[in-house]
């Protein structure tokens, strides 16, 4: 019987380093996590097969938010369980956003929504404890803020939505950090640091990246380039013909 493994994240965990020299097959969400891998079998680019799955999430109505049809719109999200020191950071920014251009909804995890709310913020801003089927409303997004977790980045490499991206730096091995950098590498997000995010570097990049369209679609072109919507029949074709 074969052996195979995944690999979601750019720096592989202690697990899969130890296994990964018992596995025929390895599939990796980021092309750099290979020279961290320690086998004889075959490495495969799959990327993440959440990709595949966002794409079969219907459009979302911005209107049902109560977002306005014509005005652009950021969605700011840390993951369903959201980040406490995100929010605090993310707080001073958003009070700050009035007498924009754009509409924001900010997604504050549900645990921390009541304490979120304790504090008043512009009417172009709505702020949520949760978004079911979250692909449905970044699929109507102009611009996406969220973490580096290899799932949430896999939504938005599939979706083709130009992203700012903070990195947890509450993780093992620092792999958000990571994630993030080998994109940024290929061009297609913009890494910012939660160490170096203040009100002006966030809403400078914010207006830049809404303002600057030839940055944008070098964005979404890159993202076009890695070609990893199709994630899991990739996967399901090399283990087929494995075991054939």
Known sequence: MFKRGNEE????????????????LIGVTFESSEKYLKTKGKVIYT??????????????????????????????V?????????N????????????????????????????????????????????????????????????????SLSEILALEVPAIIIPSPNVANNHQYYNALELQKKNCIYLLEEKDLTVDSFLEKVDFLLKDTT???????????????????VIYHEIKEMIS
């Open 215 to 233: 940055t944008r679609l070098k964005m979404i072109h890159a993202m076009h380039s890695l070609d990893t919507k199709n994630s899991a029949e």
């Open 9 to 24: 994240n750019s720096i592989p965990g202690k697990t899969n380093k130890m296994i990964s020299r018992y596995a025929d």
């Open 47 to 76: 990327g993440h097969p959440c990709g595949a799955w966002a794409l079969e999430i219907s459009k979302k109505d911005k209107t049902t938010l109560g977002f306005t049809k014509g005005s652009k719109l950021i969605t700011i």
């Open 78 to 86: 840390a993951g369903s369980l959201g980040s406490g020191s995100l």
């Open 88 to 151: 605090k950071k993310m707080q001073a920014c958003l009070q700050k956003m009035d007498k924009k251009h754009y509409e924001v909804c900010y997604i504050t995890g549900k645990s921390h929504y009541e304490e979120f709310m304790k504090e008043s913020y512009p009417s172009n801003v709505k702020v949520l404890p949760y978004v079911e089927e979250l692909p449905g409303l970044l699929k109507a997004s102009d611009l996406v803020v969220s973490r580096a977790g290899a799932g």
